[in-house]
Nanobody
Framework: QVQLVESGGGLVKAGGSLRLSCAAS????????MGWFRQAPGKEREFVAR????????SYADSVKGRFIISRDNAKNTVYLQMNSLKPEDTAVYYC???????????????WGQGTQVTVSS
């Protein structure tokens, strides 16, 4: 059974930083793309960042490019999202997900974590 467990969310002031972690189990971690998505109240879930199985390829939503960094440690079966220069509009529940394809579409990811709340105050 595949499980994803996020941690690291919290309350931070605008301009601050947080690092999210997502620990995976139940499948060969390095074989799969990992993605981060977020969902703000009243809005649809949106793509944030993705990383391929080796960690050699990454991509980001335009809204976070240059501020967020996705990385992974396959020895620890963990993916990270370093979030810098946070803005109030980054406030959302952040989810990690895993899937077989290189996609920004949430429907193409087959397993999801429970989410972690990130709140950025102005």
């Amino acid at each position: 059974q595949v499980q994803l467990v996020e941690s690291g969310g919290g309350l931070v002031k605008a301009g601050g930083s947080l690092r999210l972690s997502c620990a995976a189990s139940g499948r060969t971690f390095s074989n799969y793309v990992m993605g981060w998505f977020r969902q703000a109240p009243g809005k649809e879930r949106e793509f944030v960042a993705r990383i391929d199985g080796s960690g050699g390829a990454t991509s980001y939503a335009d809204s976070v490019k240059g501020r967020f960094i996705i990385s992974r440690d396959n020895a620890k079966n963990t993916v990270y999202l370093q979030m810098n220069s946070l803005k109030p509009e980054d406030t959302a529940v952040y989810y990690c997900a895993t899937g077989p394809g290189w996609s920004t579409n949430s429907g193409h990811y087959d397993y999801w974590g429970q989410g972690t709340q990130v709140t950025v105050s102005s």
